[in-house]
């Protein structure tokens, strides 16, 4: 199965500060690669699917990059309500698994 | 206006059998390419997927997990049923079920919308 390495493990940043969010996978997984957002209580949300394209609704500052293993999450300037976990996901091939996942805190 | 909603025991013995029920609208699992899955997150860490059944039946599980799991639809009543055996205190998480992310005429092996999550404990 694909394992996906998620770093830093934890971004301490200020608001208007650019966050640069990092996920690798153990093998290729294409442009298969997706990104989302969980804040406390509540269950995550999909913010890119395939490497680059934004999900339904998500604004324009957050950002993604990438193909093969190595992937990026940026989010341009960040708004007060962006402090959250951010977790990696693939659809390459079974079974679909997660990243570990990086909390970006406010510094 | 797509919803879904967890819902079970909140608390089970360790070695008895976990049943949750998905109870979604807004959407059919009778359409055609139409995806439902189950994924689990314990307390503080990670999300891990658990099982996805399709429209026509079709059935996939985690392969740590394929032999303690049973996933089933009820389209008419628009559910989505996840057994699992011989639960264990490791298996104390938030259960979660989602429709597969949708758009422009496709369904990728991404999720959202997701239900609210339903903690389950295992503790005797």
């Known amino acids: 199965e694909v394992v996906l390495t998620q770093s830093p493990a934890t971004l301490s940043l200020s608001p208007g500060e650019r966050a640069t969010l990092s996920c690798r996978a153990s093998?290729?997984?294409?442009?298969?690669l997706g990104w989302y957002q969980q804040k406390p209580g509540q269950a995550p949300r999909l913010l890119i699917y395939d490497a680059s394209n934004r999900a339904t609704g998500i604004p324009a500052r957050f950002s993604g990059s990438g193909s093969g293993t190595d992937f990026t999450l940026t989010i341009s300037s960040l708004e007060p309500e962006d402090f959250a976990v951010y977790f990696c996901?693939?659809?390459?091939?079974?079974?679909?698994?997660f990243g570990g996942g990086t909390k970006v805190e406010i510094k | 206006q797509v919803t879904l909603r967890e819902s079970g025991p909140a608390l089970v013995k360790p070695t008895q059998t976990l049943t949750l029920t998905c109870s979604f609208s807004?959407?059919?699992?009778?359409?055609?390419?139409?995806?439902v899955s189950w994924i689990r997150q314990p307390p503080g860490k990670a999300l891990e997927w658990l099982a996805r059944?399709?429209?026509?039946?079709?059935?996939y599980y985690s392969t740590s997990l394929n032999t303690r799991l049973t996933i089933s639809k009820d389209t008419s009543k628009n559910q989505v049923v996840l057994t699992m055996t011989n639960m264990d205190p490791v298996d104390t998480a938030t259960y979660y079920c989602?429709?597969?992310?949708?758009?422009?005429?496709?369904?990728?092996?991404?999720?959202?919308?997701w239900g609210q999550g339903i903690l389950v404990t295992v503790s005797s």
């Open positions: 093998q290729t997984v294409s442009s298969y």
């Open positions: 807004g959407f059919s699992l009778s359409t055609s390419r139409t995806y």
């Open positions: 996901q693939h659809r390459a091939n079974w079974p679909l698994t």
């Open positions: 059944i399709d429209w026509d039946d079709s059935k």
């Open positions: 989602a429709r597969h992310y949708y758009d422009s005429g496709l369904y990728y092996n991404y999720f959202g919308p």
